[in-house]
């Protein structure tokens, strides 16, 4: 880099600069220690001979019209790559910005708040008045997906030449397809299931938000306890272990169809769980086990609807 000219006016050095600028010769201009003077710089050497041919015709040969000329079309480049550079910046702000979002840990306050819910209903169901057995008979029928202390009404329904017998649901209170997930039977039912919903529930809600992990929740409970109750033909049941399995599918295998997502999970996990729901199938396994089935199906085909529709809109 050579120093072309020294001059003491900003404007005249600018001027001389955009006109340099537009005729193909890369110039930088620099501003004196003393604040002064401004010195105007060739980048590239090879080009300092065109420059001081240029220089010296508009300068010192009179030829001030056509460097205003070449100074505004230098001058209208240099303010449409300013603009260029703008916008570039502001898009790379905005990009940071946004992977700075998906990064940055996020409150997740539904995944916690269906813990502590859970737990309350655990010490008053079976921690409060502990000998009151009657008044814990009251607790779990108010939570089951149907009081089983009342008449059960059913019908038969005829399927590939079978006859099943369809159990009432709860038409006129909706909400028990859903609070048989609150209840746990014992304390290993629900720290299992609460360390689960902490691990994966949080994932799902740091990355999607709370409406998203609430869907997640009613239909990972509402499904799940309804194939409970028709295949087991019976209301004693509880636990949040179809929201878990529904959980895990859907983050299994929306990683695996859609690695952008960023979800992940170790093999042994996923093997671990689908051994837990195998072992449930067992003979007096006493697991609600059509639960953990039901789960894992809604997760799997949650996932892949979810990959669908994000890829579409991509």
Known sequence: MRQLRELTDRDSA???????????????????????????WVVDERQLPK?????????????????QDAARKGRAARELTTRIEDRR??????????????????????????????????VAVYLLD???????????????????????????????????????????????????????LHLLHIVFNMLWLRDLGRVIEARHGARYLAGVVLVGSALPNILQYEIAQSP????MSGVVYMLLALIWLRGK??????????KSTVQFMLIWLAFGFFPDSHVANW???????????????????SKRRA
């Open 236 to 239: 004693q049941f509880g636990g």
């Open 51 to 67: 420059a001081h041919e240029l220089a010296a015709a508009w300068l010192d040969g009179g030829q001030d019209a056509s460097m």
């Open 291 to 309: 639960c953990h089935l039901g789960g894992l199906l809604a997760g799997l085909a949650w996932a892949y609807i979810a990959t669908k529709l």
């Open 89 to 122: 910046q502001r898009q790379r702000e905005a990009v940071i910005e946004r992977m700075a979002q998906l990064t940055r840990p996020r409150a997740t306050p539904l995944t916690w708040g269906l813990i502590a819910l859970c737990v309350a209903v655990y």
């Open 130 to 184: 502990y000998q009151q057995l009657a008044r814990r008979a009251d607790m779990e029928a108010m939570l089951t997906i149907m009081d089983a202390r009342k008449l059960i009404g059913s019908r038969t329904i005829t399927l590939f030449g079978h006859d099943f017998r369809w159990l009432q649901l709860p038409g006129s209170e909706p909400w028990r397809l859903l609070t048989p997930a609150l209840l746990h």
């Open 257 to 266: 169809l859609d690695p952008r997502i960023g979800y992940g999970l170790p």
């Open 14 to 40: 600018l001027l001389l600069c955009d006109a340099l600028q537009a005729s193909g010769v890369e110039i930088e201009l620099m501003e004196s220690q003393r604040g002064d003077s401004f010195a105007v």
